[in-house]
Nanobody, 123 residues
Framework: QVQLVESGGGLVQAGGSLRLSCAAS????????MAWFRQAPGQEREFVAG????????YYADSVKGRFTISRDNAKNTVYLQMNSLKPEDTAVYYC????????????????WGQGTQVTVSS
């Protein structure tokens, strides 16, 4: 049973920073491409950032480029999302996801999902 558990969400003022973590268990972590998605109320789940199995290649949504950084520590079975210069429009539930094949920008491509962690950015 693959489990993904996010943590690190919370309330922050615009311009502030948060670091999200996603701890994986029940899998060989390095065999999965990982990604972060987010979903605001009434909105579609959208891609935020992705990282390949080794951590050597990352990709981002245009809306977060230059502000967010995805990374992974395979020894700790954990993927991170460092979020800087946060904006109110970043407010959403953030989910990590694992892809047994190769990562993509599309939620339907991912096999496993965490429960989500709330990020709220105040103006």
């Amino acid at each position: 049973q693959v489990q993904l558990v996010e943590s690190g969400g919370g309330l922050v003022q615009a311009g502030g920073s948060l670091r999200l973590s996603c701890a994986a268990s029940g899998c060989t972590f390095s065999s999965y491409a990982m990604a972060w998605f987010r979903q605001a109320p009434g909105q579609e789940r959208e891609f935020v950032a992705g990282i390949n199995k080794s951590g050597g290649w990352t990709y981002y949504a245009d809306s977060v480029k230059g502000r967010f950084t995805i990374s992974r520590d395979n020894a700790k079975n954990t993927v991170y999302l460092q979020m800087n210069s946060l904006k109110p429009e970043d407010t959403a539930v953030y989910y990590c996801a694992a892809d047994t094949y190769s990562g993509s920008r599309y939620p339907r491509s991912y096999d496993y999902w965490g429960q989500g962690t709330q990020v709220t950015v105040s103006s």
